[in-house]
């Protein structure tokens, strides 16, 4: 197996055979096992097995529930990459990503809530059959992962290709550093899902069986992560610089001794 295989999807299946009781996911102040992750991913991957071998890029509508990153994982064991898509975005932004990457199917958890003129399959609607996650499509280590886009702001948004040999080497390099992680540890997520920091949040949690506390939209984003680190007793995460200077006023007025 590749670095990609070993460090990202074998990780991910470790954890939920021996964390299946643990919490994967605290969203929106809902518990979610790591069987229950198992389970959305299983199911997802029946519905994304019955598109075609060569539709290799799928749309992925962003919400902050677990059904949206069970389908990150759900689309990388089938041997496909999810194209990042925000419904809080500019409908025509969508749409030129949707032109630009030239795909047909967008995966979204909600009601269809990106408009681009794809196919919406709606993931909420996937049953689960009792089946596991002890195989999944062989792929190239040069295959896309995941494509995010520029914001635009210069012109038209640029997407950036990141394979899954980018993936894996990026999390050799991340555990080289003697960063640990354990099944005990409470990760924050607080990136949106088109920013690139997304995906190691997520990834170093749930690779090792540690829980993971996501943002969600709508809320003022520091004060509800103000709130996540001292209630839930966070231990591990990544801030943009910026999130820092919204806080700094209040380092004397919450609780952050347990990171």
Not at 61 to 80: C, I, N, P, Q, R
Not at 165 to 171: D, E, L, P, T
Not at 182 to 194: E, G, V
Request: with cysteine; hydrophobic share 40%; glycine share 6%.
């Amino acid at each position: 197996m590749d670095k990609f295989e070993t460090l990202v999807l074998r990780a991910l299946v470790d954890s939920i055979v021996e964390c299946k009781d643990n919490t994967a996911f605290h969203v929106s102040d809902v518990d979610y096992s790591y069987k229950q992750l198992g389970e959305r991913i299983s199911a997802i991957r029946r519905m994304i097995c019955q598109l075609p071998s060569d539709e290799k890029l799928v749309g992925l509508a962003l919400h902050d529930d677990m059904e949206t990153y069970a389908s990150v994982f759900a689309l990388w064991m089938e041997g496909k990459a999810y194209v990042p898509l925000h419904p809080l975005h500019p409908a025509e932004r969508n749409a030129e990503i949707a032109k630009q990457v030239g795909m047909s199917t967008i995966l979204d958890s909600n009601v269809e809530s990106v408009h681009t003129g794809c196919r919406v399959i709606s993931t909420s609607q996937a049953l689960y059959d009792g089946s596991f996650l002890d195989h999944w499509v062989d792929a190239s280590a040069d295959d896309f992962a995941y494509i995010i886009f520029t914001s635009g702001s210069t012109g038209i948004p640029k997407g950036v290709c990141i394979t899954r040999n980018n993936v894996g080497a990026f999390m050799e390099a991340f555990w080289n550093t003697g960063i640990s992680v354990s099944r005990d540890d409470r990760c924050l997520q607080c990136f949106d899902m088109t920013f690139d920091v997304s995906v190691q949040s997520y990834l170093i949690a749930l690779t090792k069986g540690a829980s993971l506390y996501t943002v969600p939209y709508g809320v003022v984003k520091y004060l509800y992560v103000a709130s996540l680190i001292q209630l839930q007793k966070i231990t591990v995460c990544s801030l943009a610089p910026s999130m820092l200077s919204y806080l700094r006023p209040y380092f004397d007025e919450f609780d952050a001794n347990s990171l």
